[in-house]
Every structure is written in C-alpha cells, then in structure tokens.
T-cell receptor, first 113, second 118 residues
Framework: GENVEQHPSTLSVQEGDSAVIKCTYS??????FPWYKQELGKRPQLIID?????GEKKDQRIAVTLNKTAKHFSLHITETQPEDSAVYFC????????????FGKGTHLIIQP | GAVVSQHPSRVICKSGTSVKIECRSL??????MFWYRQFPKQSLMLMAT?????????EQGVEKDKFLINHASLTLSTLTVTSAHPEDSSFYIC??????????????FGPGTRLLVL
C-alpha cells in the first residue's frame, strides 16, 4: 500500500517568513495530493490540493509543488501569520480521490511573533 | 457548501457496550464516505471506505466485525463500535466525497467524534 513520509515534524518560523513542508510517497499510482490544516480538536480543513498532471498550484500565500519522478510534493506558505499556526498534513490517494487518503504524520507549524 | 456533520461529538461508554456514530453530508449527496481514526498527537488512519448500497471496504488490520459500517443512503453513513474496549478510545472522523462538486476528488471532513471507553 501507499506510504507517505512528512518532514519536518515541527517547524518554527518568524512571522512574515516562509515555511516549507515536504512529503514523499511510495505508490506511483497515486495521483491526488491534498494538504490539510488541523487546529487542536478540530476537523482537518483542505487548504490546497494538486493532481498528478500538474506540477505546481498556487492560491494566494499558499503553493504546492509536485515532482512525480522523485515522488515528492511540498507545501509553501509565504508571509506567515500567527493564524497559520496549526498541524499540517499531506496526503495521497490513487483512483482520482475515489480511494481513501493516506496521510503523512503531520507537521506542527509554529509562527513566532 | 459541502458540509459534513457527525453525531455525537463526544461519547463516554462502559467497556463492552456498543456505540454508534453518524456521519451526514448536509448539502450534497455522497456516494462514498470514509472513516478515519486519529489517536492523540498522531495522524489520521483510514479505517474503511463506505459505498452507498454496498458493503464497506476495510483497511488491513481493521476488524470488520468490530467496526460495523452502514451506508444506507446518499447522505448518511454510520459506524458502530461493537463491544468497545479502552483501547478503542480515539477521535473518529468521517469524510465524504462530492463527486459532482467543483473538484470531484475533494474529501470534506466531519467535526469528529471523541470516544472514551471506561
């Protein structure tokens, strides 16, 4: 089955700086890669996703890049703000999303004021 | 749009009893729903895929007789934890896929159910 590795487990950055979280996946059949933000005790919320036919996608301060050959994808957050502090999970699935998601272990992002 | 609800939000039960958790898609029809489990400070682990009108597909290591899933309509899936034990205490989260949404692959998550088995 799919295996998703996520690094780092904790990331502390100064407010206004950029944050980068990286994930690798093992199953070459995976073709859908979402990123979720989860605050303590709350549901995961989708912040951005990318499909395997696209190399990069951007939505305001958030961007995701995908390298299919190397089987890795990354989340980039620019101009970080205190409200960006949360746990971020990457995930992967095959079947165009008809299959369940395999999640990485999560990254606790801390924005220092 | 694309709102998913869960009920109850938290439940405490005695060891050996059964607990039913409901997952509803409120403003769309979900042919496929998923059930995940999340232990404290850990990631989400897929337990099973629930398809409307057919049997659920369970992930390896998940006991289908212990975690009963029913997806009787396009807006409701239920997870029943049978003969619950303390090790079943966890955060159970469902998600639903809207195949006719702007992105047919997006999974929308419910708010989760925190289960504590004494």
């Amino acid at each position: 089955g799919e295996n998703v590795e996520q690094h780092p487990s904790t990331l502390s950055v100064q407010e206004g700086d950029s944050a980068v979280i990286k994930c690798t996946y093992s199953d070459s059949a995976s073709n859908y890669f979402p990123w979720y933000k989860q605050e303590l005790g709350k549901r995961p919320q989708l912040i951005i996703d990318i499909r395997s036919n696209v190399g990069e996608k951007k939505d305001q301060r958030i961007a995701v890049t995908l390298n299919k050959t190397a089987k890795h994808f990354s989340l980039h957050i620019t101009e970080t703000q205190p409200e960006d502090s949360a746990v971020y999970f990457c995930a992967a699935s095959s079947g165009g999303g008809a299959d369940g998601l395999t999640f990485g272990k999560g990254t606790h992002l801390i924005i220092q004021p | 749009g694309a709102v998913v609800s869960q009920h109850p939000s938290r439940v405490i039960c005695k060891s050996g009893t059964s607990v039913k958790i409901e997952c509803r898609s409120l403003d769309f029809q979900a042919t496929t729903m998923f059930w995940y489990r999340q232990f404290p400070k850990q990631s989400l682990m897929l337990m099973a895929t629930s398809n409307e009108g057919s049997k659920a597909t369970y992930e390896q290591g998940v006991e289908k007789d212990k975690f009963l899933i029913n997806h009787a309509s396009l807006t409701l899936s239920t997870l029943t934890v049978t003969s619950a034990h303390p090790e079943d205490s966890s955060f159970y989260i469902c998600s639903a896929r809207d195949p006719w949404g702007t992105t047919g692959e997006t999974q929308y998550f419910g708010p989760g159910t925190r289960l504590l088995v004494l």
